[in-house]
Each structure stands twice: as structure tokens, then as C-alpha cells.
Nanobody, 119 residues
Framework: VQLQASGGGLVQSGGSLRLSCKAS???????????WGWYRQAPGKERELVAS???????NYADSVKGRFTMSKDNAKRSVYLQMNSLKPEDTAVYYC???????????WGQGTQVTVSS
């Protein structure tokens, strides 16, 4: 199973991007049963969770992105999305998605997608 993140790019401060992440060849029940998250890792920093959605639809956001980012999930497409608005230079990072179940990540991380926000 591969996690294919896409949609990143270079954008000016205040701009928007929509990230997508598809879990290729995963069993649908596994996808649906997982808690999904979007993570990011900036140079020299640890990976951090920015948005998550539980298997029963509860969403949570890091304080730094609350009100600007919106996460969604399409079970049929085995995909999760991250709509990012009002982007700031501090949002610059490589963005990843992954699913978790019983506290363990389900998939290898993949390459992620680079988001660069210029001031």
C-alpha cells in the first residue's frame, strides 16, 4: 500500500492550496476503520499533526491552523484532503497523510508533498 500525497506547490502568503492523499490498494474496510491525519515536517523540525479525522468523523486541528485548514475524507476514493486557506510562510513544510489504528501507523509515510509559502 502506498500513500500518494499531491497538490503542494509554491504560493504567496494569503493563498490557498488543496492537498490530496490516496491510499492505493488498501482494503476499503481498513481505510474506513482508521483515524486519518495530515502531518507536516518543516526543515529542522519534527513531524507534527495538523489535522485529523477519526473513523467516526470527529475532526481536530492544531491551534496553528484552526480556522484556516479543513480536512475531509472520501471513503469510496480511499482519499483524504486538506484545504488550506490564508496560508502563511510558517506553513511551509512537507505534508504527509497517514492512517492510525490502535495507536499504530498503518502505512509507510511516502514522499509527501512540498508546500512553500512565500512572504
Amino acid at each position: 500500500v502506498q500513500l500518494q500525497a499531491s497538490g503542494g506547490g509554491l504560493v504567496q502568503s494569503g493563498g490557498s492550496l488543496r492537498l490530496s492523499c490516496k491510499a492505493s490498494r488498501t482494503i476499503l474496510s481498513t481505510f474506513i476503520g482508521a483515524d486519518w491525519g495530515w502531518y507536516r515536517q518543516a526543515p529542522g523540525k519534527e513531524r507534527e499533526l495538523v489535522a485529523s479525522i477519526t473513523n467516526n468523523g470527529r475532526m481536530n486541528y492544531a491551534d496553528s491552523v484552526k480556522g484556516r485548514f479543513t480536512m475531509s475524507k472520501d471513503n469510496a476514493k480511499r482519499s483524504v484532503y486538506l484545504q488550506m486557506n490564508s496560508l502563511k510562510p510558517e506553513d511551509t513544510a512537507v505534508y504527509y497523510c497517514n492512517g492510525r489504528r490502535a495507536g499504530s501507523y498503518l502505512y509507510n509515510w511516502g514522499q509527501g508533498t512540498q508546500v512553500t509559502v512565500s512572504s
